[in-house]
Each structure stands twice: as C-alpha cells, then as structure tokens.
C-alpha cells in the first residue's frame, strides 16, 4: 500500500494568513493525488484534483502542485470559512489511501 | 447537479451484515467507477473499496474478506456489503464517484452494538 503522510497534523492560523498543508507519498505517485476540505458532520469536498487543478467553483485562493512523492495545498489568504480539516487522496494504484488529515484551527 | 444518497440500517448488531445503498440521482451512473468511504467518529478517512459499471470491483485487502459490492444499472444504483460486523466497522459510510471522489454522499452513520 502506498502510504500518505500529512504534515503538519495541525496548525493555528489567523484570517488573512498563508497556509501551507504537505502531502508525502511513500513511493511515487504521479499527479494522481487530491485534495479535499471537510467541515464538522460533513463530506468531504473536492478543492484540488490531479495534483493541481482547481475543482470548479472552489475559490482561487486554493492552489496545489507538486508530482513524485511531494505535494503542497496553499491557502494564499485563509478566510473564516476555511477553518477545517484538509486530506489528501492517492488514486495512483489499489487500495486508495488518505492523508491522515490536517485541522486549520483559529488561532 | 449530479446528488448520491446513502441509505440503510443505522444500526447492525455484532457478527450481521451490514447492507447500504448509494443511489445516484441528477446524472447516469455508467461509465464510472462508484466508491464506498468510511469514517469512524473523529478519525480520517479510509477506502473500503469501488465498483465499475461492469461490475467490476477492487476492494481494500484489510477488508476484503467481509466486503461485496455490487451495481443495478437500470436503477442507478450501487451497494455495500459487509460481513460479520464489529464494533470497530462503527463509522459514517459515504459513497462517491469517480477516479478523483468529485461528488460525496452525505453520508450515513452504521453502528454496531448489540
């Protein structure tokens, strides 16, 4: 299985601040990796697909790249609707696997 | 606007099966792959396993044993089995779509208790 590791865990951050989340593959995986938002007692939602396409109707602010093994979610100004928890996905190869999830808290 | 709704007993006793269906309403369900999801209260998220509209299925190897999925084309359906449930299968089921899961269910919540 290709496991996925999430960093960090957790972070605290302010309204209008830069948030980084990196995703690490343990072994390559292309760009078939994908970025969701999930809110309390919610589904996921699909921000970021293939590595670095916006999802349609997701706002600009929400960027990735990356391919291989390393990839990175950018939020280039948080906004009070963005405090959540964000996975990342590998559709690379059977079983699928997540991240383990990074909660952007308030700080 | 493609909408999945999951649907099925919310509550299965140790050693059942549980049983789910995710019906697809507002697009076809041909021509994609259709994923079960589950996660327990307050943990991540983890794959149980997918289906084709051929019926094809790959499923994850720690379940693999205790899971058949299964489609009805004519309804837009597909569904989840699992076997000889435990505590540890208490968790919200969401189903979702394709290669990249662009649309979620809502999920349901499936607890195993006696």
């Known amino acids: 299985d290709i496991q996925m590791t999430q960093s960090p865990s957790s972070l605290s951050a302010s309204v209008g601040d830069r948030v980084t989340i990196t995703c690490r593959a343990s072994?390559?995986?292309?760009?078939?990796l994908h970025w969701y938002q999930q809110k309390p007692g919610k589904a996921p939602n699909l921000l970021i697909y293939?590595?670095?396409s916006l999802q349609s109707g997701v706002p600009s602010r929400f960027s990735g790249s990356g391919s291989g093994t390393d990839f990175t979610l950018t939020i280039s100004s948080l906004q009070r609707e963005d405090f959540a928890t964000y996975y990342c996905?590998?559709?690379?190869?059977?079983?699928?696997?997540f991240g383990q999830g990074t909660k952007v808290e308030m700080k | 606007q493609v909408q999945l709704q999951e649907s099925g007993p919310g509550l299965v006793k140790p050693s059942e099966t549980l049983s789910l269906i995710c019906t697809v309403s507002?697009?076809?369900?041909?021509?994609?792959?259709w994923n079960w999801i589950r996660q327990p209260a307050g943990k991540g998220l983890e794959w149980v396993g997918r289906?084709?509209?051929?019926?094809?299925?790959d499923y994850s190897p720690s379940l693999k044993t205790r899971v058949t999925m299964s489609v009805d084309t004519s309804k837009n359906l597909f569904s989840l089995k699992l076997t000889s449930v435990t505590a540890a299968d208490t968790a919200v089921y969401y189903c979702?779509?394709?290669?990249?899961?662009?649309?979620w269910g809502q999920g349901t919540l499936v607890t195993v208790s006696s």
């Open positions: 979702a779509r394709g290669n990249s899961f662009d649309y």
């Open positions: 507002g697009g076809s369900i041909s021509s994609y792959y």
């Open positions: 289906i084709f509209t051929t019926g094809s299925t």
């Open positions: 072994q390559s995986i292309n760009t078939y």
């Open positions: 293939t590595a670095s």
């Open positions: 996905l590998q559709t690379s190869s059977i079983p699928r696997t």
